[in-house]
């Protein structure tokens, strides 16, 4: 069974940090590049930041400088860390392949305060 599992999320401050994981299982984990997605209140999900199998990165050009993604192969794991938060990075996030292939997660919300 597909599974997607989200955390880390939380209520911060302008400026400051946090560290997102996602947990996925019933794929060959290793295969497979994995996004996050940001939905903010109001907005359509959009791409955030995506890692390749073979450790590639690329990011949303709001994001780049601040946001990094990696992934541990052995934990089946993506994470996201986050630093130098803004109100605008609020939003809940997700994870899924690119294209959004798998059955989506309940998501881990993060909210920024100015």
């Known amino acids: 069974q597909v599974q997607l599992v989200e955390s880390g999320g939380g209520l911060v401050q302008a400026g400051g940090s946090l560290r997102l994981s996602c947990a996925v299982s019933g794929i060959i984990f290793k295969f497979n590049a994995i996004s996050w997605f940001r939905q903010a209140p109001g907005k359509q999900r959009g791409l955030v930041a995506t890692?390749?199998?073979?450790?590639?990165?690329d990011y949303a050009d709001s994001v780049k400088g601040r946001f990094t993604v990696s992934r541990d192969n052995a934990k089946n794991t993506v994470y996201l860390q986050m630093n130098s938060l803004k109100p605008e990075d609020t939003g809940v996030y997700h994870c899924?392949?690119?294209?959004?292939?798998?059955?989506w997660g309940q998501g881990t919300q993060v909210t920024v305060s100015s």
């Open positions: 899924n392949t690119p294209r959004g292939f798998l059955p």
């Open positions: 890692i390749t199998s073979g450790g590639s990165t």
